[in-house]
Every structure is written in C-alpha cells, then in structure tokens.
C-alpha cells in the first residue's frame, strides 16, 4: 500500500510542476467543486454488467479533455482524498 501511495504522490506531484494555470477557468472550479461534493456520491449502473461509475468518474474524463491531463490528475487525487475522507474511517 506504500508503493501505491508513494507512486500517487510522485504522479501528484508532477502534475502540479507541468500545470499551466492560464488554462484554469471558473468553470474548471465549478467543475471541479460538482464533482468532489456531489459527484461522487451518484452512481450509475452499467447496461448488462453489475459493475457501478461515479460520476465524478465521468467529470474527471470531461476535465481530460477540456484542460489536459494535468489538471484530471490533481481532481482525480482530490476527489479520491475526499471519498476515502468519508468512508474510510481506519487510519493508515
């Protein structure tokens, strides 16, 4: 569990140094801040699976492509801190 933590950091970390912040809109927040409050708490079954998406999945790949990788990085890290926040309650 250290190896992925410390892989996600570095993924994390890189991103934060490629970031280019003129690209970065209100919409990016709004998109961002639907999708850490609200977007992961809907889920939505997949036709003739029994698997279920978020959909903060589905905002994570609409900021892919809309802003780039970097930005899709950093929502998906923030919006994993803030679902495991809420539902994990055992300390590392």
Known sequence: ?????????????AAIVQIDLRQADIYLALIGAFTVAVGSRIT????????????????????????GGEFAVILAAIEAFASAWRFCHRKL
Not at 1 to 13: D, H, P
Request: proline share 3%; hydrophobic share 65%.
């Open 1 to 13: 569990m250290a190896a992925v933590i410390v892989a996600g950091l570095a993924c994390v970390a």
């Open 44 to 67: 939505v079954q997949i036709p003739r699976f029994t698997s279920y998406i978020s959909v903060s999945d589905t905002f994570i790949f609409l900021v892919l492509i809309l802003y």
